[in-house]
């Protein structure tokens, strides 16, 4: 088993910033993609970003592509999604995921999932 803990969500301004975390443990080395969904109340999981750990190829939602960054660190089995320029439409419950599998997909249909974090841009 892979659990993952997300960390970092809060409330923020539109135009500002905000960094999260995923940290994974136990069985981590079985996990060869991780990525972020969001959902939005009254709306379905959607995909966010998405890494291979091995290469460190990324991958965006047209919604986020040259605002959100996903980045990775292997010694510290985390991977990171900074946000910024964000905008009220960003706001929801952002989740970490995970797949045994290099193949990146953009469906909800990873093997492991945090329990999300809330991120809301407001003024």
């Known amino acids: 088993q892979v659990q993952l803990v997300e960390s970092g969500g809060g409330l923020v301004q539109p135009g500002g910033s905000l960094r999260l975390s995923c940290a994974a443990s136990?069985?981590?080395?079985?996990?060869?993609?991780m990525a972020w969904f969001r959902q939005a109340p009254g709306k379905e999981r959607e995909f966010v970003a998405a890494i291979r750990w091995s290469g460190g190829r990324t991958y965006y939602a047209d919604s986020v592509k040259g605002r959100f960054t996903i980045s990775g660190d292997n010694a510290k089995n985390t991977v990171y999604l900074q946000m910024d320029s964000l905008k009220p439409e960003d706001t929801a419950v952002y989740y970490c995921a995970a797949r045994r599998s290099t193949v990146v997909i953009t469906t909800p249909s990873y093997d492991y999932w945090g329990q999300g974090t809330q991120v809301t841009v407001s003024s």
């Open positions: 136990g069985r981590s080395f079985s996990v060869y993609t």
